[in-house]
């Protein structure tokens, strides 16, 4: 109970510590584009009712995970392929290496023009920058199984669909969730951005919308929530880490200890 007690400390104490300074820097301000957080926190309950969390919130998330979740899907399986396969990779790289480098924003215009301005670009537009550094880093987590390991599994007739699940995929887990993990913060990103572009509904929309009509109270209650959301799903992924990293977390905790 004092360790849970600790790390929600931990977790909390930064944000809760940011937001009274913003409190007390804000406190005196008379600039209608920084009102006081005071000012914020009292239209905040006004804005976001429940008709708009339906409305506006509910819509972003799910396209924030149809994309998240496509992404994942594609860069474990190609990124497992692309390990496994000198050749593959000796082929597939420099490919990889000029697709990463262009900027997901950049291809919303694109995107538009094959997958029109619906729920259909949103998403393409979310997976295609949530997609690389999963793959990237599954292909580098695949790459770096233990040879002992692999002739160990084979030796023992494990091959096939078990040898990936049990020794490639499992070995490779603690890069693939570093790579989930950078594509989460990403995806937040692309989902606003798709939404700014061309939307009827969801939070980049509601942003930009009490922006452009000089609501700037409310606008800055649209930001609170993106972070709120970040924060949400930041401590979500780390629960579902932590539950299926747990053999992982352990044997570094018996080395640590032993060391």
Not at 88 to 110: G, I, K, M, Q, Y
Request: aromatic share 8%; proline share 5%; glycine share 8%.
């Amino acid at each position: 109970m004092k360790l849970l007690a600790l790390r929600l400390f931990f977790v909390l104490a930064l944000p809760l510590l940011l937001l009274v300074a913003w409190w007390f820097a804000s406190a005196g301000s008379t600039d209608v584009y920084r009102p006081p957080l005071r000012t914020i926190l009292t239209t905040f309950p006004d804005v976001w009712t429940g008709e708009r969390l339906r409305a506006d919130v509910l819509p972003s998330v799910l396209r924030l995970l149809a994309g998240y979740t496509s992404a994942a899907v594609v860069g474990v399986a190609l990124g497992t392929v692309i390990g496994s396969y000198r050749r593959v990779r000796a082929v597939c790289e420099p490919v990889l290496e000029f697709l990463r480098a262009v900027p997901p924003p950049v291809l919303v215009p694109v995107i538009m023009l094959f997958a029109g301005i619906g729920d259909t670009m949103k998403i393409a537009v979310i997976a295609s920058g949530c997609v690389w550094p999963i793959l990237l880093n599954t292909v580098e987590g695949v790459r770096a199984v233990d040879s002992v390991m692999s002739e160990t599994a084979r030796s023992y007739g494990i091959v096939g669909a078990a040898r990936l699940r049990h020794v490639v995929l499992r070995s490779a887990s603690p890069q693939i969730f570093a790579g989930l993990r950078q594509a989460l913060s990403i995806g937040i990103i692309l989902m606003v951005i798709s939404e700014m572009s061309v939307s009827s509904n969801g939070l980049g929309y509601t942003v930009i919308q009490f922006q452009r009509t000089f609501a700037i109270p409310d606008m800055w209650t649209g930001i609170l929530v993106l972070g709120l959301l970040g924060f949400l799903l930041s401590v979500l992924f780390r629960l579902v880490e932590r539950r299926v990293l747990g053999w992982y977390h352990g044997l570094r905790a018996s080395s640590r200890r032993s060391s």
